[in-house]
């Protein structure tokens, strides 16, 4: 099993101020996990590839991240690997103060103390967590209409108002051009309305279709949906093969059809039905020329 797929989410940038065992913690957990998970040398070494890109993007010196792998390759972690607690020492939690905690904890620690440094508040944990945004919006697999009565069926990793956004800007840019060339890499559904510039999509209809948080389950169930439904506008059938023998009994999957909350933001949801309208006269009036 592999976990290279879900979001890695770092909430203690390297340069936060925090105690340094506070920030080579959030390495270990992330690795001990990797070595935990993962049940082959393939799988762990994307996975803790996957880890130092995203910890090196969180300004986590590469050092100190390979400094961590190193010693838990040495260490022989296992699946039942568990952390060491030396029960019969005190516990003592200390703020971080730079130069006078290094200070205390060494020699509390020489009196017999087990010292802990609790990680400060970040700017995240005074803000709401955005628990219902997860809920109203998950990750997963949507269809779009389109007003000629076709359909586009895609997933997405994030929430669907960011990649419904995604499609209006790909249909706004490719309603600029004049000819479409091979090497331009617009949407389906930006294609479909430069090819019918008198449809618009019905962004307002979108409906998340499946939740699937899993990128693997994700590209599966989108590759499901699109043998299931036959979406017109889609121009492959999805990221992931299915064999044609499960053709027959796609009709079984559950679909919950739910109505996505239409954003009122941004503009060019809006005026994508504008813009074709414009460019369908653009291009009969270049026609007739
Ligand atoms: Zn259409």
């Known amino acids: 099993m592999c976990i290279e797929s879900q979001l890695i989410v770092i909430d203690l940038r390297y340069d936060s101020y925090n105690h340094p065992i506070v920030k080579n913690s959030v390495v270990y957990s992330l690795v001990d996990r990797a ?35 190193f010693r838990r390759k040495m260490s022989g972690i296992t699946k039942n690997f568990a952390p060491k607690i030396e029960d019969d020492k005190p516990f003592l939690s200390l703020p971080y103060i730079k130069g006078i905690t290094d200070i205390l904890s060494s020699k509390l620690t020489k009196l017999g103390f087990k010292v802990f440094f609790p990680s400060g508040r970040t700017i995240s944990s005074f803000l709401n967590k955005g628990k219902d945004k997860i809920t109203s919006d998950p990750p997963g697999v949507y269809e779009i209409p389109c007003s000629c009565g076709d359909t586009y069926i895609g997933r997405t990793m994030r929430p669907l108002h960011h990649r419904l956004k995604e499609h209006a800007d ?66 492959d059938n999805g990221e992931f093969h299915i064999s044609e023998i499960w053709e027959p009994i796609t009709h079984k999957l559950k679909t919950h059809k739910r109505l996505h909350p239409f954003p009122k933001g941004p503009t060019s949801l809006r005026s994508t039905r504008t813009a074709a309208i414009n460019a369908s006269t653009k291009i009969r009036a270049m026609a007739q020329q």
């Open 170 to 235: 790909s249909i706004d840019a490719c309603l600029k051009k004049t000819k479409l060339k091979e090497e331009d890499n617009f949407s389906a559904l930006a294609h479909h309305i430069f090819e019918n510039p008198s449809h618009s999509i019905k962004f307002d209809q979108a409906q998340l279709i499946a939740i699937v948080p899993q990128l693997l389950k994700q590209k599966i169930r989108e590759a499901l949906e699109i043998a299931k439904n036959k979406p017109a506008i889609n121009k």
């Open 35 to 69: 070595f935990l998970v993962c049940s082959s040398d393939f799988e762990l070494k994307a996975e803790l590839d996957y880890i130092r890109d995203v910890l090196i993007g969180n300004g986590y010196p590469r050092k100190v991240i390979d400094k961590v792998i």
